[in-house]
């Protein structure tokens, strides 16, 4: 089944089929009434798709396009802990239902060798200390939070197909959520931050079969083919003449697990920029930076478990370059689709807003894939911002009839296609040129 196809079926089994089951086994309905689950998920989730800051009275005007009539009074009343629990699970469905949405695969030669490339981050959401039964908050020092979760997100930059979207309490580690979610596939490559860093999780990903490019952690235990310990500062240094540096390494004093280390080494401007940083930071702290972390600062440091003849140092320097897509998205997420932002606080409100916003955000990227977007070739915060404008329109279309939802998507591909103006900016700067830069110029 086409993405054209698959899209409309899920949305209504979404908003429609699972709104209403679920809104009986919550106790959102328990009598025969005007405003059914169904009804209500899809005034909130198409209304804030529309405008992520809508009001009451807006939802109300949203409603009507979807044929309701309703009073913002009985909006308001509306959200409730019962109306959360059935947008949660509305949203635990989408979520299933969207994993299976993939757009158009990447044609860039350099990551044609790899089944998927799959990037791996998560993002914070503080919630009223009210709501710490239901999502635990951080207990550390410097997080004294009470509640809040974290979305975690896995997608393929390759085809923008999520493997895993997926909510945890706050005090939940990176690596720990990372673990719950189903194993990548065989010759797939994994790009993810220091919070994901685990030598265990390393070695499973390469018994797996599958590649992974990591920053290196420091204070890592470093040593040769022969077990004994090295000094990676004296070991750069006698590689003053080259940009990049390729080195077959053990890490970890017990583990030994073997890799192969990355050096990139960066300009004088560059290596200063970053030691005035970790000076600062260390000043915050009233502490004194190490001489080897000031030293090692004038490179990046990578491990992977790629061969040289799959990627040479320079394209790894470049594809690590990728993530940083994952952290456009929750930019996306937060600065245009206002997912943590309400203008209630109200507790059970605010979480009820949250839910919807997710499984509005799910539906705008299945809409933007549809679109034919592409993650590492286009601006991620202009397509949504394109999207967002056909809002009102595919509410229309959705309460019309599945056909009539086709046809808008139709229309959007189309406008996306002849629009021309979703590229990222030029310049040498941007990934897609490095990446490009770097398949020419191993």
């Not at 790009?191 to 860093?197: H, K, N, P, V």
């Not at 040593?223 to 990049?244: F, H, P």
């Amino acid at each position: 089944m086409s993405i054209l196809q698959q899209v409309p079926d899920k949305m209504q089994t979404i908003l429609e089929t699972v709104a209403d089951e679920v809104a009986v086994t919550t106790g959102f309905v328990k009598r025969k009434r005007k405003l059914t689950g169904s009804a209500l998920a899809q005034i909130l989730v198409l209304g804030w798709l529309e405008n992520p800051e809508a009001s009451y009275q807006q939802l109300t005007e949203t409603a009507a396009t979807l044929g309701i009539q309703v009073s913002r009074q009985a909006l308001e009343q509306r959200l409730t802990p019962e109306t959360a629990k059935m947008l949660k699970l509305t949203l635990d469905a989408a979520i299933t239902e969207m994993l299976e949405v993939a757009g158009r695969r990447e044609a860039l030669p350099l990551l044609q060798q790899f089944s998927g490339v799959y990037i791996q981050d998560s993002t914070w959401i503080t919630l009223p200390d009210e709501l710490h039964e239901t999502w635990k908050g951080q207990p550390k020092k410097n997080h004294r939070q009470k509640a809040a979760l974290k979305l975690h997100l896995c997608f393929d930059i390759l085809t923008g197909r999520f493997h895993d979207f997926q909510l945890t309490n706050g005090m939940t580690a990176d690596s720990t959520a990372a673990k719950a979610a189903d194993p990548l596939p065989q010759r797939s490559l994994r790009l993810a931050d220091l919070a994901y860093f685990s030598l265990d999780e390393l070695e499973k990903l390469t018994e797996n079969d599958v590649y992974w490019i990591s920053r290196l952690k420091a204070n890592s235990y470093l040593a040769d083919e022969n077990g004994e310990r090295i000094d990676l500062g004296k070991m750069l240094k006698a590689e003053v003449e080259n940009t990049y540096i390729r080195k077959t390494l053990r890490i970890g004093k017990r583990k030994q697990l073997r890799v192969y280390l990355i050096a990139e080494k960066l300009s004088e401007a560059e290596t200063n920029k970053r030691r005035r940083s970790i000076r600062y930071r260390a000043k915050r702290k009233a502490q004194t930076p190490s001489k080897a972390l000031l030293r090692l600062a004038g490179y990046n440091l990578y491990i992977t478990n790629t061969e040289e003849h799959q990627l040479t140092p320079k394209q790894v320097c470049a594809i690590v370059g990728i993530r940083w897509q994952v952290e456009l998205m929750y930019k996306c997420f937060k600065s245009i689709g206002k997912l943590h932002v309400s203008r209630s606080q109200k507790p059970y409100r605010m979480l009820s807003e949250i839910y919807a916003k997710l499984i509005a955000l799910l539906i705008q990227h299945a809409v933007m894939l549809v679109a034919g977007y592409r993650h590492i070739q286009q601006s991620f915060i202009k397509t949504a911002k394109h999207i967002a404008g056909y809002a009102r329109l595919l509410t229309l279309s959705f309460h019309r009839s599945k056909t009539a939802l086709r046809e808008t998507l139709k229309t959007i591909r189309c406008s996306f296609e002849n629009g021309g103006t979703f590229q990222r900016s030029t310049g040498k700067n941007t990934t897609f040129w490095k990446l490009k830069e770097a398949t020419e110029n191993p």
